[in-house]
T-cell receptor, first 112, second 114 residues
Framework: GQQLNQSPQSMFIQEGEDVSMNCTSSSIFNTWLWYKQDPGEGPVLLIALYKAGELTSNGRLTAQFGITRKDSFLNISASIPSDVGIYFCAGPPFGGSEKLVFGKGTKLTVNP | DSGVTQTPKHLITATGQRVTLRCSPRSGDLSVYWYQQSLDQGLQFLIQYYNGEERAKGNILERFSAQQFPDLHSELNLSSLELGDSALYFC?????????????FGPGTRLTVT
């Protein structure tokens, strides 16, 4: 089935730094979603992208839908300690199903 | 708070037993999805219900079954439990089938099989 590859697997940064992470697929996706999960909690939807080339912001978070439709990027500016968590990309596989395929996640650690 | 509720929060049971996980979707959402999250497999889609009917199935084991009731809450039944079934089980909901892919997740049920 369609898989999403996220990189990096983990990041260790200093508070105040900017962060970039990405998600790639060998297949086309028509929607990209970015979620954040805190330990022991459910994933929280951060940003949804529906058009190739689209750039969408949510506070300090900005995500882009790659023009090839096979990738997406998430940037976090001026990181703060509460940004710690695992960030997942997700999307519905091509074929009309509404189920989501998830990447393995990028684990972010922010040092104060 | 996503508006999706799940009970119980934690469940510890023995191999061979059967458990039921419950989910209430956000008010107005007709679609309910069940996902399993384990350390080695990540988040995996199990099954989707839309307005009481099964709509999509993932790699759900035959020992697992689900249903959605007229009030739209859903239950996931896991039977003949094995150690490998230990995982976090999440329910998510969305507004209308096909209208949006944005799914909102509940807090999850942590299942431990001993």
């Amino acid at each position: 089935g369609q898989q999403l590859n996220q990189s990096p697997q983990s990041m260790f940064i200093q508070e105040g730094e900017d962060v970039s992470m990405n998600c790639t697929s060998s297949s086309i996706f028509n929607t990209w979603l970015w979620y954040k999960q805190d330990p022991g909690e459910g994933p929280v939807l951060l940003i949804a992208l529906y058009k190739a080339g689209e750039l969408t912001s949510n506070g300090r978070l900005t995500a882009q839908f790659g023009i090839t439709r096979k990738d997406s990027f998430l940037n976090i500016s001026a990181s703060i300690p509460s940004d710690v968590g695992i960030y997942f990309c997700a999307g519905p596989p091509f074929g009309g199903s509404e189920k989501l395929v998830f990447g393995k996640g990028t684990k972010l650690t922010v040092n104060p | 708070d996503s508006g999706v509720t799940q009970t119980p929060k934690h469940l510890i049971t023995a191999t061979g037993q059967r458990v039921t996980l419950r989910c209430s979707p956000r008010s107005g959402d007709l679609s309910v999805y069940w996902y399993q999250q384990s350390l080695d497999q990540g988040l995996q889609f199990l099954i989707q219900y839309y307005n009481g009917e099964e709509r999509a199935k993932g790699n759900i084991l035959e020992r697992f079954s689900a249903q959605q009731f007229p009030d739209l809450h859903s239950e996931l039944n896991l039977s003949s439990l094995e150690l490998g079934d230990s995982a976090l089980y999440f329910c998510a909901s969305s507004a209308l089938a096909g209208a949006t892919y944005e799914q909102y997740f509940g807090p999850g049920t942590r299942l431990t099989v001993t």
